[in-house]
């Protein structure tokens, strides 16, 4: 094993928030600290602590301290202002490395990196023009999507080691960018103690439903992850509708944050009551495998090709059956034990691949066993510290 060792994380965002990249940042930090490695990450003014982390937070905009950056124009004071902080940690601490979640984290960490004279790993978790055609802020062929295009080559250039979320995503960086060298796949993965299907008994599990308003003798959908369009919510509430009007005895939890109340409109629009889909809001990552023992079915619609979906671990890992569009993404998670629905973005399909998991419901449990399997064998947070420490160790041996 190597040597314990001083790691700096970049993450440009309001860590830590409960959902997607932020799990991923707080379960290799968890990894490292396991193999004795000291961990600091720097991260945006707001978000939440968590027990045993070394954070430090950047200072917050001049204007409004209490504001919650998103995808706007203000990102980039924000960076800036983390960029700042990262070169004073980076001086002061003199860190052994540095590992730089999403592009901007790469982008700094590299500058800072060359500065300091210490080698830096990019952790990509998607490509950054993938993810800005599928929000809607650029276009495709348009002037901006080409100069955005060409910074994301350069930044995808700069670092020694990038480690990609997905095999996919390697697969990407390759054919779409030719960065072959120094790319290692390190699959999102799951904390299998903590997401459990045990982690509730069956009376626990009965009266969380009835506290929630779930009505006895349905199945029961659910989601949990952010609330976006892009993560396919109105494809989902559309199927909820087909599967009504199928007259199928079924109820959704539909978990997660922001656009509750726009999301809930839609629903109502649909003609679903507030018995058959639940919004519950945000819910802590601390909770999220007590709401989801709640559950029979899970689904993940997410639309994007190019991001993972960490929820799916999620769900594996409790032993739910899985619907997610046929994407390689979902192929890669869950292998020959998804039930996926295709073509993409189509609210149909997911309403018929889950209509062949209610029907069967034997088959669907044993499917749910499967998965909880499969992410035994192969995305366990453990297994996934083992290899990111031996990329480290590439690295100090240079």
Known sequence: MTRPGRVLIIAPTSFFLDYGCHVRILEEARALQARGHRVRIVTYYLGRDWPGLEIVRSRPTPW???Y????????????????????????????????????????IGSIVGRL?????????????????????FVRRNSPAYYWWR???????????????????????LAR????????YALPDSVNLDFFCPTCLTKAERAAQRAALGLPQGRTVIVYLGLLADYQGIPQLLEAL????????????????????????????????????????GKVSYELAPQYLALGDLSIAP??????????ILNYMAMGLPVVAYDTPVSREYLGPHGCYAKPLGSAAALANALTSLLEDPAAARAQ?????????????????????????????RL
């Not at 202002?81 to 999403?102: F, K, M, N, S, T």
């Not at 990019?122 to 950054?128: I, K, R, V």
């Not at 779409?176 to 790319?183: E, I, K, P, Q, S």
Request: net charge positive; aromatic share 6%.
């Open 368 to 396: 749910g066993e499967r998965l909880r399997a499969r992410a035994q064998r192969h995305f366990s947070w453990t297994r996934t510290g083992r290899q990111l420490v031996r990329i480290y160790d590439g690295l100090w």
């Open 150 to 172: 060409r910074l994301e080559g350069r930044i995808n250039a700069m670092p020694e080691v990038i480690v990609t979320s997905t095999t996919h995503g390697a697969d990407l």
């Open 241 to 280: 509708a087909l599967l009504r009007a199928q007259g199928q005895a079924v109820a959704s939890l539909v978990m997660g944050f922001p656009g509750v109340e726009e999301y809930r409109r839609q629903a109502r629009a649909l003609g679903l009551t507030g018995q058959e889909v639940i919004f519950t």
């Open 302 to 311: 997410k639309l994007s090709a190019t991001e993972g979906s960490g929820k």
């Open 116 to 136: 300091v004279r210490r080698p830096v790993v990019f952790d990509l978790q998607g490509s950054l023009t993938g993810e800005m055609l599928d929000h809607g």
């Open 64 to 66: 409004r301290a209490d």
């Open 176 to 183: 779409g960018f030719g960065r072959r060298d120094g790319v």
């Open 68 to 107: 919650e950056v998103g995808s706007s124009r203000h990102k980039i004071v924000f960076d800036l202002l983390l960029a700042w902080r990262v070169l004073q940690e980076a001086v002061r601490w003199r860190p052994d490395l540095i590992h730089g979640h999403l592009h901007e984290g790469a982008l």
